[in-house]
């Protein structure tokens, strides 16, 4: 389904993202990557390395440094991105509402109704904030690490990103800029602004 997707998006002029995280529980340590292809051909990449947490927040941060990009320099334009992770999906297009709603807490059925905080709330409620400015940003699952050139460009990058020598904030990146990676060049990307 994915690589159908994508090269449905390819043809068009619209914008394709891939988002990856890489975590290894023994050191703590994750890292994240984005790329993002135009008619299939690479305009930007990135990767950073985050604060302790866990696997999705490894993910999560993907997702919320690619959606920055895309707010940064594509804002009306038709995005889809692909996660392989479902977790990530469902979470952005079913159970965030939901969550919101509930000021960032999950309501567990037939406990009389306790809850329990969101794992990650402040990624989530980034996210969700990022989204509601997108709305022509939809959101995909891909199979992982099955000859998609853009899942695993993003996994290699989350992995890099996971080496870095410094974390990254959710707002800034760390380590060498890539193909437009560095926030400081995102508003010289003037080509990407045109939805041809």
Request: aromatic share 8%; proline share 4%.
């Amino acid at each position: 389904m994915c690589e159908a997707n994508h090269a449905r998006a390819a043809e068009s002029a619209h914008l394709t993202t891939y988002t990856d995280g890489s975590f290894d529980p023994v050191a703590r340590r994750g890292g994240w990557g984005f790329v993002v292809y135009r008619s299939g051909i690479l305009v930007a990449e990135d990767r950073g390395r985050t604060r302790g947490g866990d696997s999705s927040a490894a993910e999560l941060t993907a997702v919320a440094m690619a959606l920055t990009w895309i707010a940064a320099n594509t804002k009306d334009q038709v995005v889809t991105l692909f996660s392989d992770s479902i977790y990530i999906v469902r979470g952005c297009n079913e159970w965030r509402h939901g969550w919101r709603s509930n000021s960032w807490r999950r309501r567990k059925p037939g406990l009389r109704g306790r809850s329990r905080s969101i794992p990650n709330a402040s990624i989530w409620q980034e996210i969700d904030t990022l989204l509601q400015m997108l709305p022509r940003l939809t959101i995909e699952w891909c199979k992982g690490h099955q000859d998609n050139v853009g899942n695993i460009r993003a996994d290699a990058l989350a992995f890099q990103g996971r080496n870095l020598a410094s974390p990254a904030l959710l707002s800034k990146t760390e380590g060498p800029p890539l193909a437009f990676g560095n926030p400081s060049n995102w508003s010289n990307t003037n080509d990407l602004a045109s939805d041809t």
